[in-house]
């Protein structure tokens, strides 16, 4: 997982595009701008989309490193209406982490689970939806912020930018930058995409 490893910090860049049926997101570095990979929103029924809400459907994004073809990571999201289930997987497709929604939060909400289900921790965004934190044991694993991008940009797309940082305990995980950047993409599918 090269595109992850020795890093502390990825910044998520979704990219603009009109009447679009699945999104593309670039995986900046964020101190230099320079294009580390590309995480690509893949339907099985990205026709039906044009039907029904696609926040209601099932999607996979997968991340690739540059000019790889296989993912070095997956965030499936299941059918869901009122609670949403996600699963993050790593590229030999083992489990790394189950997602669920609550369902009454003010600014979002997952409780996460790990491959055996047992409790993980909680991912809990602020108030305003914009600052997530990802705790685990009641340490900071890392955080998660959504960008501004500009007046236009935010009145007139669905294209969101975070940044995805990691704490201490956060550091400590062998996979950690990559588990983080799986709950960033499960944000985004779940509760920023709801207009699309």
Do not use: C
């Not at 009122?82 to 790593?90: A, D, E, K, Q, S």
């Not at 998660?144 to 930018?161: H, R, S, Y």
């Not at 599918?189 to 699309?196: H, L, N, T």
């Amino acid at each position: 997982m090269t595109l992850f490893q020795g890093r502390k910090s990825l910044f998520i860049k979704e990219e603009v595009a009109i009447l679009k049926l699945t999104d593309t997101y670039n995986l900046l570095d964020p101190d230099s701008g320079a294009q580390l990979g590309q995480a690509k929103d893949e339907p099985s029924m990205k026709w039906l989309r044009l039907l029904v809400k696609k926040a209601l459907l099932p999607t996979d994004v997968r991340v690739y490193g540059p000019g790889q073809s296989s993912p070095l990571l997956s965030i499936h999201k299941h059918v869901g209406f009122f609670r949403t289930r996600l699963t993050v997987h790593g590229p030999s497709g083992e489990l790394m982490a189950q997602l669920r929604s609550r369902l009454w939060t003010l600014g979002g909400a997952f409780d996460v689970q790990d491959a055996q289900g047992l409790p993980m921790g909680e991912l809990k965004g602020d108030w305003k939806g914009w600052d997530f934190t990802f705790t685990v044991n009641g340490q900071v694993f890392g955080r998660i912020t959504k960008k501004w991008a500009g007046l236009a940009k935010e009145l007139f797309t669905n294209a969101d930018q975070y940044l995805v940082v990691l704490d201490a305990a956060g550091e400590r995980h062998p996979h950690g930058l990559a588990l983080l950047t799986g709950l960033a993409l499960a944000v985004d599918r779940v509760y920023k995409e709801q207009q699309g």
